[in-house]
């Protein structure tokens, strides 16, 4: 007895279900001339973008779709997500000003110290330099040509110290770079929290 009540009810609520979807809606737009236009068909897709009105079928407004963001929007839009984006994270590192202001310093000596490795392989390798050119004049002042191997070796040195060298500058960017990004952190993080402690 229950069952043929349920299925009837459950066929009265598809019926409803149907007739609400095939109601007649009419959607309103303004199109290129300014006018504005009702159409049963829906809206051209030239005019989508700025948006526009659904109504029902007694002319009352049931959804409004606005006009898409312009491009200044759009960028102003992104902008804002990624500097949310980018305060969240920061908010995951840092509690305070003083959160940034150590982690500044330990990157700042890890970076001091790898520069100071490099300039230590710098003078390494000058050492090895000024070895090898000491051993070459031996042999002009001995009256012998200087060995190939030798000339190849002070000239492979010599490359070696420009790689280093442009490595330590390489550093030292990075360095500045770090100091300037922890600066703007913590400049950020007093503003979200309100502190600068």
């Not at 109504?55 to 606005?66: A, C, K, S, T």
């Not at 390494?124 to 070459?136: D, E, F, K, T, V």
């Not at 100091?179 to 979200?192: G, H, M, P, T, Y």
Request: hydrophobic share 40%; aromatic share 4%; proline share 4%.
């Amino acid at each position: 007895m229950l069952k043929p009540i349920i299925l009837s009810l459950l066929s009265l609520t598809c019926l409803v279900a149907w007739a609400a979807d095939d109601a007649v809606l009419l959607y309103r737009y303004v199109d290129d001339k300014g006018v504005v236009v009702l159409n049963r068909q829906g809206v051209p897709p030239q005019f989508i973008g700025n948006g526009y009105q659904v109504l029902n079928d007694q002319g009352r407004v049931i959804r409004e779709i606005p006009p898409a963001p312009s491009e200044a929007e759009m960028k102003r839009l992104l902008e804002e997500k990624a500097r949310a984006s980018s305060d969240r994270q920061l908010l995951r590192l840092y509690t305070s000003a003083a959160d940034v202001e150590r982690a500044k310093a330990r990157k700042l000596a890890e970076l001091d110290s790898v520069i100071g490795v490099a300039r230590g392989n710098l003078q390494s390798l000058r050492a090895q330099q000024a070895n090898l050119q000491s051993q070459a004049a031996g042999h002009e002042r001995a009256g012998r040509q200087v060995p190939p191997h030798l000339i190849t070796q002070i000239e492979n040195l010599k490359r070696e110290q420009q790689s280093r060298k442009r490595d330590i500058e390489r550093y030292q960017r990075v360095r500045a770079e770090a100091e300037k990004s922890f600066e703007a952190d913590r400049l950020r993080i007093v503003e979200l929290l309100g502190r600068a402690d």
